[in-house]
């Protein structure tokens, strides 16, 4: 099965950029999406198809997908964007998740 | 606004069963696919299960193939998930979620505020 490999944690100063990358063996084949998830809430599309944004979605949050690694960046990072990010691929009718990386702005 | 409400959640001893239902508005609920995908406490996200927009097919994770199975009413805008032979293993947040609509690419872009499921003695 296919497997996607997210870092547990990435911390972030408040205003710079953070990137989160989510490996896997030619990820760049497959369609990657990403969710957030903050503290006791549901979670939340923020990234489909590699690159597009969901309305409601600023554009300091983008994907992109390349080689064997797909990256979530979110540019001047806000402390509402503390949370945990998954992404999200669909292979051999199954849905995949990365074990999830915890953002942490400082 | 397009709104996904679960409900059916509870404890329940291990070997039992238990039907979740995920109440669907304010959308075409016919017109898409429709996901399950739990969270263990403390743990990332699971994908369980698919069911395409007229339930032609359906596709489960192989955790919990052969013991639960995901069905929809569309004339009552409803998903559901049976669970059957209920494990510990199975203890986790039960979240419903639309699928995004690009055919064959399957993601989730609304979901439910989930329903918590306890399988204990």
């Known amino acids: 099965s296919f497997e996607l490999t997210q870092p547990l944690s990435v911390s972030v100063a408040l205003g710079k950029t953070a990137r989160i990358t989510c490996g896997g063996n030619?990820?760049?084949?497959?369609?990657v999406h990403w969710y957030q998830q903050r503290p006791g809430q549901a979670p939340m599309l923020v990234i489909y198809?590699?690159?597009n944004r969901p309305s409601g979605i600023p554009e300091r949050i983008s994907g992109s997908n390349s080689g064997n690694t797909a990256t979530l960046t979110i540019s001047s990072a806000q402390a509402g964007d503390e949370a945990d990010y998954y992404c999200?691929?669909?292979?051999?009718?199954?849905?995949?998740f990365g074990g999830g990386t915890e953002l942490t702005v400082l | 606004q397009v709104q996904l409400v679960e409900s059916g959640g509870g404890v329940v001893q291990p070997g039992r069963s238990l039907r979740l239902s995920c109440a669907a508005s304010?959308?075409?609920?016919?017109?898409?696919?429709m996901h399950w995908v739990r969270q263990a406490p403390g743990k990332g996200l699971e994908w369980v299960a698919l069911?395409?927009?007229?339930?032609?097919?359906?596709y489960y994770a192989d955790s919990v193939k052969g013991r639960f199975t995901i069905s929809r009413d569309n004339s009552k805008n409803t998903l559901y998930l049976q669970m059957n032979s209920l494990r510990a293993e199975d203890t986790a947040v039960y979240y419903c979620?639309?699928?995004?609509?690009?055919?064959?690419?399957?993601?989730?872009?609304?979901w439910g505020k989930g329903t918590t499921v306890t399988v204990s003695s």
């Open positions: 999200q691929v669909w292979d051999s009718n199954t849905g995949v």
């Open positions: 304010g959308f075409t609920f016919r017109s898409y696919a």
């Open positions: 069911i395409l927009y007229d339930g032609s097919n359906q």
């Open positions: 979620a639309r699928d995004g609509g690009y055919g064959a690419i399957y993601y989730m872009d609304v």
């Open positions: 198809r590699n690159s």
């Open positions: 030619n990820i760049a084949n497959k369609n």
